[in-house]
């Protein structure tokens, strides 16, 4: 009579897969398939395309110059829902803003529409990457420089407020890396009332300009 040794046994048990095993092999499939690394290069082109302006979101928010009521002084805009936003300049003379811009990528907050883009723009030593490090994250810039003194030139975040429809695509022209000259008149606060007329909220900028455009150049 024939007798199985210890070690055929064992073998055989080894060759059986077990449950953790069978849930693994679809990932292992997956890890080699090419499927996954396309997937990781269009989550990162979309992720970058977002950041950059070059992609909009399907709920991105526009302004609806053709819809709104904007009266001539550009303190009032109401739209078909009857909600209004009450706008305060801190003057009404015009600012310049000249420089390159560092980072462009358009704004969407659905509660203030009238806002399009977020706009750095930099000169002198803020214009260069080597001295000065910047970044914009939820509508705030922040700038690192290894030199103990402020670096010299201007660094100004524009939350822009285009006042016509061609300014609006004209806005949307811009790239990081850009050179421009932007011309607006400066808003204090931005105040929202729904059809009620029960105020909703401000928007009002921290140590940043938000900005009714009235002129926009892309210089060479």
């Known amino acids: ?87 305060r300049y ?32 930099t000169s002198g030593e803020f214009a260069n990457p080597s001295i000065v490090r910047t970044s914009v994250s939820n509508h705030r810039f922040y700038w690192y420089a290894q030199q103990s003194n402020r670096p010299s030139g201007t660094i100004n975040l524009l939350h822009t407020v285009p006042s016509t429809e061609e300014i609006y695509n004209q806005l949307t022209q811009i790239r990081q890396g850009d050179t421009v000259r932007v011309k607006g008149i400066e808003i204090l606060d931005i105040a929202r009332y729904d059809q009620q007329g029960e105020f909703r909220g401000s928007w009002a900028d921290a140590g940043c300009n938000t900005l009714l455009v009235i002129s926009v150049e892309i210089l060479p």
């Open 1 to 87: 009579m024939e007798r199985k040794s210890s070690a055929d046994s064992s073998t055989g048990k080894a060759n059986k897969p077990s449950t953790r095993q069978l849930f693994l092999i679809p990932l292992g499939c997956l890890i080699r398939s090419p499927l996954l690394f396309i997937g990781i290069f269009l989550v990162g082109y979309l992720l970058w395309g977002f950041s950059r302006g070059e992609i909009n979101l399907f709920w991105a928010t526009v302004p609806e110059f053709d819809s709104w009521k904007i009266d001539s002084a550009f303190t009032s805009v109401e739209n078909n829902d009857g909600e209004i936003w009450k706008i």
């Open 90 to 121: 801190e003057s009404k003379n015009p600012t310049l803003f000249e420089g390159l811009v560092r980072h462009a990528s358009p704004i969407h907050e659905r509660a203030f529409p009238l806002l399009s883009h977020d706009i750095l723009v």
